[in-house]
């Protein structure tokens, strides 16, 4: 794998943090409270032992947005396979940048109103194998601090 390879895969880490949380929040309409909820959070993001870390502020008008498919300036990012309910959430689907480069990304694991484990992977290429990915997040608060970096 090359340099360059790898530093996409990182790249996109951190966008599928935030996508891969939970779709739940639009599905049902209102919020129970195992779905996360709007706040302060920090989310940390492994591939290949390459760890990133951010904390951003979500509002409530954005808490779809973040965790349904995030699409930022350098990602879109679509999950066809959707499965969130009872704790549990389960992701498929593409990253695309800006230049047409695909990433398939498989996540699933455990999520509450305030944390979430995933586990799975990102594969550069169809018929490559997929290198392990992981991401944890956890809410630091309702409010958010005067300097946060909003989403």
């Not at 969130?84 to 800006?98: L, P």
């Amino acid at each position: 794998m090359s340099i360059q390879s790898l530093t996409g895969l990182v790249a996109v880490a951190a966008p599928l943090a935030a996508a891969a949380v939970v779709a739940a929040p639009g599905v049902a309409g209102s919020q129970s409270n195992d779905q996360p909820l709007p706040g302060y959070w920090t989310y940390t993001t492994s591939v290949l032992g390459v760890r990133d870390t951010e904390t951003k502020c979500v509002r409530p008008s954005e808490i779809n947005r973040f965790f349904g498919g995030l699409s930022t300036r350098k990602w879109q990012c679509v999950y066809p396979v959707r499965q969130v309910g009872g704790g549990n959430a389960r992701f498929e689907g593409t990253c695309t940048d800006h230049k047409g480069r695909r990433v398939n990304v498989r996540l699933n694991g455990p999520y509450t109103s305030e944390t979430f484990t995933f586990r799975g992977g990102a594969q550069l290429s169809r018929g490559t194998p997929y290198i392990p990915a992981s991401i944890t997040a956890r809410r630091l608060a309702a409010q958010c601090p005067a300097n946060a970096e909003y989403f």
